[in-house]
């Protein structure tokens, strides 16, 4: 009679979900770095005087290739998914947003994060 072995698991559910308005891609050869921003709107009184700022927040994920390529398989899957479930999701034309292209990274040292 073989013995079962028993292995313990711990997960960590980290920070809570993080929300982001906008996303930044870069890549070099070894990696995938996705950057995920939120932009958060500010008001401080200053000597009587209310004064706007900007509050940007940011959470980076960095990816080998073959797993970048995995990731964007199972989003395509689960946005098709989605859309039959629940309809097409409209980008408003109104509110156009920024298309910001892929920027390649020379050294993955030069990233800061």
């Keep these: 009679m073989e013995k079962q072995k028993r292995v313990n ?13 906008n996303v930044t891609v870069s890549h070099n ?3 995938f770095i996705i950057d995920f921003s939120q932009t958060i709107p500010s ?12 509050i940007i927040k940011h959470k980076a994920i ?3 290739p073959q797993f970048a390529k995995i990731f964007l398989d ?12 629940f309809g097409k999701i409209k980008i408003p034309k109104s509110k156009k947003t ?5 920027v390649e990274v ?3 040292t030069r990233y800061i994060g």
């Design 62 to 64: 960095m990816l080998d």
């Design 74 to 85: 199972l989003l395509q899957k689960n946005i098709k998914k989605y859309e039959k479930k």
């Design 9 to 21: 698991i711990k997960v960590d559910h980290g920070e809570p979900a993080f929300f982001s308005d």
């Design 98 to 102: 920024k298309k910001k292209q892929t």
């Design 29 to 31: 050869q070894s990696k």
């Design 43 to 54: 008001f401080d009184n200053v000597g009587g005087t209310m004064r706007q700022s900007f």
């Design 106 to 108: 020379e050294k993955a």
